[in-house]
């Protein structure tokens, strides 16, 4: 058999270079979609590389997890609706912290000095919270679980000891040789429950309101311990050490920007519980007004700008399809329509651009909440399409849990519309002030369903 094992360092460079490629076109919308190939073809080089190695005597295993994995992923994708990408970003991820927590435990298994077992207990204890973390992520996103935050008391003292346990039963391991019966049969196993757990208990009193602080939290981790395992092997895997530190990058810078965006702290989103009580003792002056479709579309008609601030609600309606139809038909009538786009309005980083560019939006019409915010006092209507934290002037309020948190001000507008299928509040459980505005009208409903109400009626003007 020709031995090809020369070769794979040089595809690990090819690899790597396919990688970064793919992370900076996927930093722009418009290159998005091709920079996700660029990934993608890296993943498989890599991959295939795998066979090269020498003496390599479990490829029945690796074309059965290859078949199983791909499959499943390549289903999933093509099955999962836009709605559903949150929860499918969480799923996948997670998956990528078990398989780091996996590779960790068999290098501890393989391994036989002391700084080689350290890397892949790190390794192993950051992708193992990665894994039970994003599940329950993933539950929370899906409906599966509570999305408010769950709490006990002495919750962190908690947390605490089950980490701290954690850690000493990997010192354990790494102290006592993988051959010695009792690292496989105690340590081992101890080490890996007790970093599920922390996962699990560190991300049960997070709310569904910083899910996408979460999943980009995750997301860095799941980098991070692919990096420490590449570290951990005999020979070390640069293409992991590579690709795993490129992740963890921008997960890490990507999560730190939704939370400024938030004007939080990361301890705060992790540990804060954010959202597990409501807010109580406010009296809003003013009522929620209700409107009509038809008074929506003369409105619209007779408007010269227009802005459009989308926000889940929007996704679980599936309305982002008639929203584009909303917008091609205002711009026919010469209205200037443009989209405010809050950094964390959904479920995921960058959850409104995906669906908006699913529907066909151009680009150049979406704006982020620094772009359009001094815009806002010269609009005529601002169409509020499901959003709701991310609206709520209470964040100008001192003393409530939003207190600080930059927003969109659409409050400033002429006229502001809210599309809204009831009177609750948002997953913060924080009364939005801006229903009760003066200038603010309700218009209750399915948001596809009413979206398509309102461009049936601008036809007719």
Same mark, same amino acid.
């Given at each position: 058999m020709i031995d090809l094992s020369w070769a794979i360092d040089p595809i690990y460079i090819a690899?790597?270079?396919f990688f970064i490629i793919g992370m900076q076109r996927m930093s722009h919308p418009l290159t998005a979609r091709s920079g996700?190939?660029?990934?993608?073809?890296?993943?498989?080089?890599?991959?295939?590389a795998t066979f090269l190695t020498p003496n390599l005597t479990n490829l029945a295993l690796i074309a059965i997890g290859i078949v199983i994995g791909g499959g499943f992923g390549y289903i999933a994708a093509k099955r999962v609706a836009m709605t559903g990408m949150p929860q499918m970003v969480a799923l996948f991820n997670g998956m990528g912290g078990g398989a780091a927590a996996g590779i960790s435990? &068999?290098?501890?298994?393989?391994?036989?000095?002391?700084? /080689? /077992? /350290?890397?892949?207990? &790190?390794?192993? #204890?950051? %992708?193992? &919270?990665? *894994?039970? %973390?994003s599940i329950i992520a993933f539950l929370k996103l899906q409906g599966w679980m509570r999305p408010r935050p769950i709490t006990f008391p002495g919750q962190h003292l908690v947390n605490m000891v089950v980490l701290v346990l954690a850690i000493v039963s990997g010192v354990l391991v790494i102290l006592q040789p993988s051959w010695i019966p009792l690292t496989f049969a105690v340590y081992l196993p101890l080490f890996f429950i007790l970093s599920l757990g922390f996962g699990l208990l560190m991300t049960l009193p997070i709310g569904g309101a910083d899910m996408p602080v979460v999943i980009s939290m995750y997301n860095a981790f799941t980098g991070l311990a692919v990096a420490l395992d590449g570290f951990s092997f005999a020979t070390p895997n640069y293409a992991m050490v590579i690709a795993g530190i490129i992740v963890g990058a921008a997960g890490s810078?990507?999560?730190? $920007?939704?939370?400024?965006?938030?004007n939080r702290s990361i301890s705060n989103v992790f540990f804060g519980a *954010?959202?597990?009580?409501?807010?109580?003792?406010?009296?809003?002056?003013?009522?929620?007004? /209700?409107?009509?479709?038809?008074d929506v579309a003369v409105m619209l008609a007779y408007a010269d700008k227009v802005i459009i601030a989308p926000g889940y609600g929007m996704a679980v309606a599936q309305a982002q399809q008639k929203v584009k139809e909303l917008t091609d038909l205002l711009e026919s009538k010469n209205v200037q329509v443009k989209f405010a786009i809050h950094p964390v309005a959904g479920r995921m980083p960058g959850h409104m $651009?995906?669906?908006?560019?699913?529907?066909?939006?151009?680009?150049?019409? #979406? *704006?982020?909440?620094?772009?359009v915010n001094p815009e806002f006092p010269s609009t005529d209507v601002v169409l509020v399409i499901g959003a709701n934290d991310t609206v709520n002037p209470a964040a100008h309020r001192q003393g409530s849990p939003l207190f600080g948190m930059p927003i969109l001000d659409v409050e400033q507008a002429k006229n502001v519309v809210v599309l809204?299928? %009831?009177?609750?509040?948002?997953f913060a459980g924080i009364e939005n002030d801006l229903f009760y505005r003066d200038n603010t009208r309700m218009l209750y409903g399915d948001a596809q369903e009413t979206? %398509?109400?309102?461009?049936?009626? #601008?036809?007719?003007?």
């Amino acid at each position: 058999m020709i031995d090809l094992s020369w070769a794979i360092d040089p595809i690990y460079i090819a690899t790597i270079f396919f990688f970064i490629i793919g992370m900076q076109r996927m930093s722009h919308p418009l290159t998005a979609r091709s920079g996700i190939v660029w990934a993608g073809a890296a993943m498989v080089i890599a991959t295939l590389a795998t066979f090269l190695t020498p003496n390599l005597t479990n490829l029945a295993l690796i074309a059965i997890g290859i078949v199983i994995g791909g499959g499943f992923g390549y289903i999933a994708a093509k099955r999962v609706a836009m709605t559903g990408m949150p929860q499918m970003v969480a799923l996948f991820n997670g998956m990528g912290g078990g398989a780091a927590a996996g590779i960790s435990a &068999v290098a501890l298994l393989s391994t036989t000095t002391a700084t /080689s /077992s /350290s890397l892949a207990v &790190v390794g192993g #204890l950051i %992708g193992a &919270v990665s *894994f039970a %973390g994003s599940i329950i992520a993933f539950l929370k996103l899906q409906g599966w679980m509570r999305p408010r935050p769950i709490t006990f008391p002495g919750q962190h003292l908690v947390n605490m000891v089950v980490l701290v346990l954690a850690i000493v039963s990997g010192v354990l391991v790494i102290l006592q040789p993988s051959w010695i019966p009792l690292t496989f049969a105690v340590y081992l196993p101890l080490f890996f429950i007790l970093s599920l757990g922390f996962g699990l208990l560190m991300t049960l009193p997070i709310g569904g309101a910083d899910m996408p602080v979460v999943i980009s939290m995750y997301n860095a981790f799941t980098g991070l311990a692919v990096a420490l395992d590449g570290f951990s092997f005999a020979t070390p895997n640069y293409a992991m050490v590579i690709a795993g530190i490129i992740v963890g990058a921008a997960g890490s810078l990507l999560t730190l $920007n939704m939370a400024k965006a938030m004007n939080r702290s990361i301890s705060n989103v992790f540990f804060g519980a *954010f959202g597990a009580t409501e807010e109580k003792g406010v009296q809003i002056q003013g009522s929620m007004k /209700s409107i009509e479709v038809d008074d929506v579309a003369v409105m619209l008609a007779y408007a010269d700008k227009v802005i459009i601030a989308p926000g889940y609600g929007m996704a679980v309606a599936q309305a982002q399809q008639k929203v584009k139809e909303l917008t091609d038909l205002l711009e026919s009538k010469n209205v200037q329509v443009k989209f405010a786009i809050h950094p964390v309005a959904g479920r995921m980083p960058g959850h409104m $651009n995906v669906l908006l560019a699913e529907a066909g939006v151009a680009y150049d019409r #979406l *704006f982020d909440r620094d772009e359009v915010n001094p815009e806002f006092p010269s609009t005529d209507v601002v169409l509020v399409i499901g959003a709701n934290d991310t609206v709520n002037p209470a964040a100008h309020r001192q003393g409530s849990p939003l207190f600080g948190m930059p927003i969109l001000d659409v409050e400033q507008a002429k006229n502001v519309v809210v599309l809204k299928r %009831g009177q609750g509040k948002g997953f913060a459980g924080i009364e939005n002030d801006l229903f009760y505005r003066d200038n603010t009208r309700m218009l209750y409903g399915d948001a596809q369903e009413t979206v %398509g109400k309102l461009v049936q009626a #601008l036809k007719k003007l």
